[in-house]
Each structure stands twice: as structure tokens, then as C-alpha cells.
């Protein structure tokens, strides 16, 4: 029985230190230390993307901060979520097709409730 414990315990130990976690931080930051990263505390940025003319949300627009290569993706509902982000101030960068590219310039993403509203135009 104790080995089985044990076995377990380990096999869970393993399992979250091979998740790596990703850590977006503003722009200017990227010579972080990975001890200095982790050492921070991380919150989420969340919202929704809407057609400019009918006010329908849009499923698939492609969401990422500026100078970032991690890309989330609106859901059925237009809903997006980035997680483990630095606080500080971002550049959001959004794309669809048919409509156009859109940078919201300096949004200040600190504390629990970072929300934000997209509204894409057509081309």
C-alpha cells in the first residue's frame, strides 16, 4: 500500500513539473529572468470581439498581444481568454478574415477584472 502511495505521489510530482507554464510579459521585458517571471504574480485578460455593423460576435478572430507569438482564438460566442499574463501595458493585436486588422494601443492589464471589447470593421 505505501509503495502505491508513493508511486502515486511521484507520478504526480512529475506530472506538474513537466507543464510548462507561459508567461506573457509587456513589451521591453523580454530579457526576464525565468526565476523573476515565476516569481510574479500573473492575471488574465478577457473579452469579447463584435462585427462593427450587426453587432454579432465573431467565432475564430485571432487575438495576441504585440510582440508575442502566442495567439488565442474567440470561441463560439466571441468570448477569448489570455491567461498568465505580467501586468502592464500591451499593445492588443486582433485579425479575421474579411475584416480588418485591429491594435488597441496600451491597455493596462493589472489586478483580477482585465476586460476588453473588440469591435472589428469589414473590409
Same mark, same amino acid.
Given at each position: 500500500?505505501?509503495?502505491?502511495?508513493?508511486?502515486?505521489?511521484?507520478?504526480?510530482?512529475?506530472?506538474?513539473?513537466?507543464q510548462a507554464?507561459?508567461?506573457?510579459?509587456?513589451?521591453?521585458?523580454?530579457?526576464?529572468?525565468v526565476?523573476?517571471?515565476?516569481?510574479?504574480?500573473?492575471?488574465?485578460?478577457?473579452?469579447?470581439?463584435l462585427?462593427?455593423?450587426t453587432?454579432?460576435?465573431?467565432?475564430?478572430?485571432a487575438?495576441?498581444?504585440?510582440? &508575442?507569438?502566442?495567439?488565442? $482564438?474567440? @470561441?463560439?460566442?466571441?468570448?477569448?481568454?489570455?491567461a #498568465?499574463? *505580467?501586468?502592464?501595458?500591451?499593445?492588443?493585436? &486582433?485579425?479575421?478574415?474579411? $475584416?480588418? @486588422?485591429n491594435?488597441?494601443?496600451?491597455?493596462?492589464? #493589472?489586478? *483580477?477584472n482585465?476586460?476588453?471589447?473588440?469591435?472589428?470593421?469589414?473590409?
Open positions: 500500500m505505501k509503495k502505491l502511495v508513493f508511486l502515486f505521489v511521484a507520478l504526480l510530482v512529475l506530472g506538474l513539473e513537466s507554464v507561459n508567461v506573457v510579459t509587456p513589451v521591453g521585458d523580454k530579457e526576464m529572468e526565476a523573476e517571471m515565476a516569481a510574479m504574480t500573473t492575471t488574465s485578460l478577457t473579452g469579447v470581439v462585427d462593427n455593423e453587432g454579432e460576435a465573431l467565432t475564430g478572430v487575438i495576441r498581444f504585440e510582440g &508575442s507569438n502566442e495567439t488565442v $482564438y474567440t @470561441d463560439f460566442d466571441g468570448n477569448f481568454k489570455i #498568465n499574463v *505580467v501586468p502592464g501595458n500591451y499593445n492588443i493585436l &486582433s485579425s479575421y478574415i474579411s $475584416y480588418n @486588422d491594435k488597441l494601443k496600451d491597455v493596462n492589464v #493589472n489586478g *483580477v482585465n476586460v476588453i471589447r473588440l469591435v472589428l470593421k469589414k473590409d
